[in-house]
């Protein structure tokens, strides 16, 4: 699980930014959506059952502090 300083250091990354902007949930009801329009309750829900491990589980772990805390409007001039 990454650390809350981890999270800003990604924020701050514009690489890693423009990854995330184009990132797909490679599985489940979601399949194929960008994860940054990912419904909210859904992402919520990984938060509390557990993100699945590696890069997926890193983009959606920050996935889920970008929509908590109102932040998906960073996101529009990349879609």
Known sequence: MMTETENEKRLQNREY???LSKARMPFGRYAKRLLIDLPEP???WFARKGFPKGELGEMLQLVHEIKINGLEYLFDPLR
């Open 42 to 44: 859904y992402v919520v």
């Open 17 to 19: 930014l423009l990854k």
